[in-house]
């Protein structure tokens, strides 16, 4: 364990001889609580829910039943990693859980009834400071394959698809009536975001994926009951298409979408995208190349990297779309006051393997996209009004043995109100292997610095970013345990990460076996959360 610090701290003597700016000074990492729980192998692993400043949430299967009902398990935390309550539900055996939302003082769990699209839905929402639980029966009455929801005021949104054509359709808590969106239901077009804003209000992007004549990308927001409110058509140019897209949540004032392009039925892009919605004046897509940011290529050997560049800027100047395409999933978008952050990762998928997500729950009928079940949906974790999806490929005696995609790289891009780019800066990814597109890295924005953080096994890695100056600060973090003896054995890959929670906090989770030569029991297995707070 002395070995360990001793490395990070010669690490920092390295970093500040090799030259920090005086001006910003150091990020420092906190690490002021710890949660532990024993972890059997036959225990299921823990999904880790943000409840924001009230907290945390534990949720996972158990192997246990109550009148011919599965038990699930929500165990509580506060902000100091304490335990406030641990609460119970009985769900039917042949229930799915298909995904999540989170509102202040509630969490909901969507389930579907069986394993078919013709399925009903079973929402359960759990009251926070009581524990209690109410159940919802949602019955679509059509043959329904979901790939979005989210919590829209008084109801409940449910994005997806019937017979391969977008549909939505709200459902109202307080009544239980249902409601079909008008407006959708076209042919070859593809449900690719719908987003709840600060207000109440959602907002739905629609694309079409047709191979013949004018393509358009249609920008909509209702109200809590389906009223239109905003409807914005912009055309898609001829040789593009937008493959992801993740709308704004009206923190500002403006709206924005932001995603991933490429040329016509890649899978891979070329760039980023940024439009401003508008529906009172003409406006383009603004494309932006990857060979035209500043660091986006930072995880590639320098000379290749001056090499994209230079061929990139020579593409540009001949009016062509340059030829440098990977791998990249967007996020998390977040707005700020001098405009939009956009979280993405390069990947690059196992060669003999599908490498996209496969939900059988979250469904996507264009196959030739590139993001496969997500329709660039992503599991995003925005406080209120974001559906997540769930992860099933977790449970199940810990089954989880492919490592088909490996994660290169995170990048962050900055945005101002007119949707073009301010700056990129970078985080290379050492060997991190995920079983599917998975977020590895976060970040917070705090008092004029951005963090960017991710585990790399045991270890924390922290690239901060001060806004108003080109300069960033890398240093590398222990995992703090328990006791000053403890020893990490091993940690479990591909299993916990770290997500940005409030503020400049995180929360760090995974599974380790540690340690303790002054222990009777010296080897413990462990699921463990850390708080993690940069300054």
């Keep these: 364990m002395r070995r360990n610090v001793h490395r990070s701290w010669w690490m920092l003597v390295l970093l500040t001889v090799l030259g920090a700016p005086a001006t910003t000074g150091w990020a420092q990492v906190q690490q002021p609580h710890r ?24 949720y996972r299967e158990r192997d246990k039943y109550k009148n011919n009902n599965r038990i699930w398990e929500l165990l509580l935390l506060d902000t100091a990693l304490q335990e406030k309550r641990v609460v119970e539900l009985e769900i039917k055996e042949r229930y799915k859980m298909v995904g999540y939302e989170v509102v ?34 949602i019955k679509p009455d059509l043959d329904f394959k979901l790939t979005h929801f989210s919590k829209a005021g008084g109801s409940f949104a449910f994005g997806g698809y019937v017979n391969n054509e977008p ?22 077009t593809e449900l690719v975001d719908l987003r709840t804003n600060q207000n109440g209000t959602f907002n739905t992007v629609t694309i079409d994926r047709g ?65 401003v919605v508008d529906p009172f004046n003409e406006q383009k897509i603004h494309y ?14 320098p000379k290749r990297m001056k090499k994209i560049q230079e061929d ?91 490592d088909d995609i490996k994660s290169s790289e995170t ?45 790399n096994e045991s270890d924390l890695m922290v690239k901060s970013i001060p806004l108003k100056e080109d300069t960033t600060q890398l240093l590398q973090e222990k995992i703090k345990l328990l006791d000053p003896i403890d020893e990490i054995r091993s940690e479990k890959e591909g299993e916990g990460s770290v997500r940005h929670w409030y503020d400049n906090t995180f929360y760090v989770w995974g599974y380790q076996t540690i340690r303790n030569v002054a222990k009777t029991d010296r080897v413990r297995d462990v699921f463990y959360i850390n708080k993690v707070v940069v300054h």
């Design 211 to 275: 191979s013949k004549g004018d393509r358009f990308m249609l920008f909509r927001t209702f109200d809590g009951s389906g009223e239109l409110l905003l409807e914005d058509r912009v055309p898609i140019e001829e040789n593009r298409t937008l493959q992801t897209g993740i709308t704004s949540t009206l923190e500002r004032e403006d709206l924005v979408l932001l995603g991933t392009w490429g040329e016509r039925n890649s899978k891979q892009s070329n760039g980023f995208y940024s439009l």
């Design 104 to 137: 202040p003082g509630q969490v909901y769990f969507l389930y579907r009834t069986g394993e078919t699209t013709r399925n009903d839905f079973e929402l359960v929402r759990v009251t926070l400071a009581s524990g209690e639980s109410t159940r919802y029966s």
């Design 312 to 402: 990139t800027r020579e593409d540009l100047a001949a009016n062509k779309i340059p030829n440098y395409i990977n791998y990249v999933m967007p996020f998390k978008l977040n707005e700020y006051r001098d405009g939009y952050l956009l979280l993405a990762e390069v990947y690059t998928p196992s060669s003999n393997l599908n490498p996209y997500y496969s939900n059988p729950y979250y469904y996507n009928p264009y196959s030739y996209s590139p993001y496969g079940s997500y329709g660039g949906y992503g599991p995003g974790y925005y406080y209120p009004g974001m559906g997540r999806m769930y992860r099933p490929y977790a449970y199940g005696n810990n089954v989880k043995n492919n």
């Design 288 to 301: 932006f190349s990857f060979g035209e940011l500043a660091h986006y290529l930072e995880y590639l050997s």
């Design 411 to 455: 990048v962050l891009l900055a945005f101002d109100a007119t949707g073009k780019v301010k700056w990129d800066h970078s985080l290379k990814l050492e060997d991190i292997k995920l079983p599917s597109v998975e977020q590895v890295a976060d970040f917070s924005l705090k008092n004029g610095h951005v963090h960017l953080l991710y585990k």
């Design 35 to 58: 949660f532990e729980r024993e972890q059997k192998n036959s225990d299921d692993y823990y999904n880790v829910i943000s409840l924001k400043e009230e907290g945390l949430a534990l």
């Design 167 to 188: 549909a939505i359709f709200l459902y109202e808590l307080e009544t239980g009536n249902r409601k079909v969106v008008p407006g959708f239901f076209q042919k070859d």
